[in-house]
């Protein structure tokens, strides 16, 4: 099924679909007049998405004729099984609403899987992964799992996928304004900062490294998404740098959002989120972010991680 | 602006941030001067971004596509006295219109000797393509979809990644680079961008197969400037076509030919980007605060002379 490497075919497809979309009945879009207060587009002309940039039912209906499959991975490893069940009640209220959605929840713990209702169009698989006594293994090996993950079933059955972080819930619509070739998402606590500030892994030595008069954004490691085959590149890569600083004794400051972020650096987003789509509970709201739609609830480390 | 010495920013008004971009591509690094404007919206409803002087960087954008290798196809037609104005467009293009890529020209001319012998750069070709003249003006512009959608099948899917469609009778006068690729590409026509839906020129009769009713539309895009993938654009031709002839089969002529059902086209199926007014402006214009910049502008000319009829 789903997309084949045939883009001619797909960018057909697109059109024949949108063109059977009838009677478009909303607000006339302004030239002149939009949000002011933030930047809306990159300097190669990605979208930034924030509310009021976009309008939701419109978008909505150009993707659903388009009989998509969005897949979404999420990693419950060790005591982190206990996040599952609000990420996924609530992604069911907020996300992808009736797009065709299939969760892949990579686990140690199977049977602590927690049975969610899932309508129709919205499916589980439950793919057994190992645990780890450290933390940042069991974040950094998602970029091979879920390279392998494609390789073996995900680019069959899914047009797009997105990586998600487990340890969150859903508050507020997240739809189709998100769908794009490479999409990333800019990190809520550096939005504001200065390059020079991004934690970027600073060693010449490590494979991820980006020298501090570069750089576009910080994107968080917690949501990567995209074409499938496009994100599957991105696994690839990152996984093997990974493992190229691997086999040099280095592990990157944040393991796999460095191998990101380098990536990104290089490979430029198509579509940026804004960091209403990747919030932190533990931050005060701010002016800019009307809306959270996605963030990381407070937790203990300490408890629930298996190492410090 | 006093980081990178840009003069951008003396020309916006509010909140214009300035900083100096390092941009980091697979070809190198460059310097960009970035300023944020805020009084323009960049991007459609959509999220398909719409391209304005500062809202992008051309060094990055190009260095993001020359390792492509594209080539883009860029269709104009010069039939009967219109072929005056071949020389100014291509000597313009030249300067200004894809620097640096490979550009194939494609001449549409009822009057094959009177095309100028033009100087074109390195990976720059052109071709000319013998069509029929008209004793309508109305009749040559709308028969060009037709003819653009056969030379794409005949010759242009093989020889080109993206095309270009503009109207000969305009001038290059500044940059117009990579910015304005993308799948399906569409320009605000410059008369309309300020008006209400329910003053734009649309097609208004409901027998019309272009008919889009007051309540509805985007914006009003300039049948002067259609761009995109091949193929995109191969499917906008077809349909623009075929309704055409539809609506001449019950003895129907839309408000404004081809570019009437090029509107109903694309408010049915969005561009996934859209170009500002500076890359279509018009000669007899008053520039406005919001074009800082004009890219592509029909010259002025004297309609009862150059056109075959009224």
Redesign the interface.
């Given at each position: 099924m789903r997309f084949s490497s045939n883009l001619?075919q797909f960018?057909?497809l697109l059109?024949v679909g949108?063109?059977l979309?009838l009677?478009?009945?909303?607000k006339?879009?302004?030239?002149?007049?939009?949000r002011?207060d933030v930047?809306?587009?990159t300097?190669?002309?990605?979208?930034i998405?924030w509310e009021g940039?976009?309008?939701p039912d419109?978008?909505d209906m150009?993707y659903k004729s388009m009989n998509l499959t969005i897949a979404t991975t999420v990693f419950a490893v060790g005591k982190y099984v206990r996040f599952l069940r609000d990420f996924l009640e609530t992604a069911e209220k907020h996300f992808m609403v009736d797009f065709n959605v299939r969760y892949y929840v990579f686990t140690d713990r199977p049977g602590d899987v927690p049975s969610v209702n899932l309508p129709q169009g919205r499916h589980l698989s439950v793919i057994q992964v190992p645990g780890s006594n450290r933390w940042q293994e069991i974040s950094a090996r998602r970029m091979e799992i879920i390279q392998t993950a494609i390789e073996r079933q995900i680019r069959r059955e899914a047009d797009y996928i997105f990586c998600l972080d487990v340890d969150s819930k859903f508050h507020a619509h997240w739809g189709a304004?998100s769908l794009g070739r490479l999409v990333a998402v800019i990190h809520p606590w550096f939005y504001l900062a200065t390059r020079e500030h991004f934690t970027y892994e600073r060693r010449p030595a490590s494979t991820a490294y980006i020298p501090m008069?570069?750089?576009?954004y910080y994107y968080a490691g917690a949501m990567f998404g995209g074409f499938v085959e496009d994100v599957y590149t991105l696994t690839k890569v990152c996984r093997n740098h990974l493992e190229e600083d691997a086999r040099n004794s280095i592990e990157a400051l944040w393991q796999e959002e460095s191998h990101l972020n380098r990536y990104l650096?290089?490979?430029?987003p198509s579509?940026l989120l804004s960091p209403e789509y990747q919030w932190d509970d533990k931050k005060t709201k701010t002016k800019e972010v009307k809306v959270i739609r996605f963030s990381s609830v407070v937790k203990n480390y300490a408890e629930i991680r298996p190492n410090v």
């Open positions: 001619k960018v057909l059109i949108i063109v979309l009677g478009l009945l909303y006339q879009p302004s030239v002149l007049v939009g002011t930047v809306a587009v300097p190669w002309l990605a979208p998405v940039t976009f309008d419109l978008i150009i304004e008069d570069e750089g576009d650096l290089y490979n430029k579509k």
